[in-house]
């Protein structure tokens, strides 16, 4: 990796709580009418998962915080198969959650509600813990990817299970935008891998094209959502999102360009080895001035390219 450098990746915010849901109520009640069980029996049960909640909608920033909150996600999931706590029924409790980026709460009497927001939260977890993964080895590399493609299952889950419980600021489109640039990410570290392992240029050029295609989607359907009527704090975000984004592509186009120009040199296409060098010297040089537009204060406006040197030195043949 050395003369490469690493774009820091974005992370997406947890999901906030806004209340303590009655399960030892409704559940005794529904064991005594669905079940003519006496509810003091399972009081120890009900307990243990009210003190999984209270856990999960607290998790630590680490893999004990992702396990405790798919632990939580797979009780809903049971209780849902067991009891009727869906809309409708007389049995069911009501949760309510904070919108990612404002302070406004949702409710549903549903507990999918409940299941999707856990699920969104499981999904933001693994994406900090991918971000902030120093990927300094070969084995931390492969986590990354672990969590940036688990991040993207789940938030792909749920656009595609819950759309009943969609909000502002967690729309299918946003939800769409987070998991495809979870999957950019992931690729991300594959490349990182793939340097590493000194793979053919052929292969890396492959993977890099995919990289820019998923941020290529990602930035699209963020322009579209800007165009609508977004809280300002979901459209800082999106904005923040998209700098980064158009970075990427960028950036990641003049990788693409330099190892097909690699290939070209290989196969001894001079001609073409000196347009690929030039368009990746290009768009190195675009690459420098976004990451010069970052404010000061973001990582992102110290980044630099190393590389550049050696692909002008390329194209002229030295």
């Not at 005594?32 to 009900?46: D, Q, V």
Request: aromatic share 12%.
């Amino acid at each position: 990796m050395e003369g490469v450098p690493r774009i820091p990746m974005v992370s997406f915010p947890l999901r906030r709580s806004a209340d303590t849901p009655a399960f030892k109520v409704k559940l005794q009640k529904v064991i005594s009418a669905e079940y003519e069980e006496r509810p003091e029996t399972y009081s120890r049960e009900i307990y243990e998962l009210e003190c999984l909640r209270a856990s999960a909608v607290h998790p630590t920033c680490d893999l004990g915080g992702v396990a405790t909150l798919k632990n939580y996600y797979s009780q809903l999931e049971s209780l849902k198969a067991r009891f009727s706590l869906e809309e409708g029924s007389p049995t069911t409790l009501s949760f309510s959650w904070h919108d990612v980026f404002t302070d406004q709460v949702h409710s549903w009497a549903d507990i999918k509600f409940e299941i999707a927001s856990v699920l969104y939260n499981i999904g933001a977890l693994h994406s900090d813990l991918g971000a902030k993964d120093s990927r300094a080895t070969t084995e931390d590399m492969k986590n990354c990817v672990t969590h940036y493609q688990c991040a993207a299952w789940a938030f792909f889950h749920f656009r595609s299970n819950f759309q009943k419980f969609f909000t502002p600021d967690l729309s299918g489109e946003v939800l769409g935008v987070m998991g495809t640039v979870c999957l950019a990410q992931a690729q991300e570290c594959v490349v990182e891998k793939s340097l590493v392992d000194n793979r053919r240029s052929t292969i890396t050029a492959k993977l890099l094209v995919q990289i820019v295609d998923f941020y290529t989607q990602s930035f699209r359907t963020t322009e579209l959502i800007l165009k609508e009527q977004t809280s300002d704090k979901l459209t800082k975000a999106l904005k923040k999102w998209k700098k980064v984004m158009e970075l990427k592509i960028s950036y990641y186009e003049a990788l693409t360009f330099l190892f097909r120009g690699q290939q070209a040199e290989d196969q001894k296409e001079f001609g073409l080895r000196v347009t690929l060098y030039k368009g990746a010297q290009e768009r190195v040089e675009n690459a420098l001035k976004l990451a010069k537009a970052f404010d000061k204060t973001d990582v992102c406006s110290t980044f630099q390219i190393p590389i550049s040197k050696p692909i002008i030195y390329r194209c002229c043949g030295k």
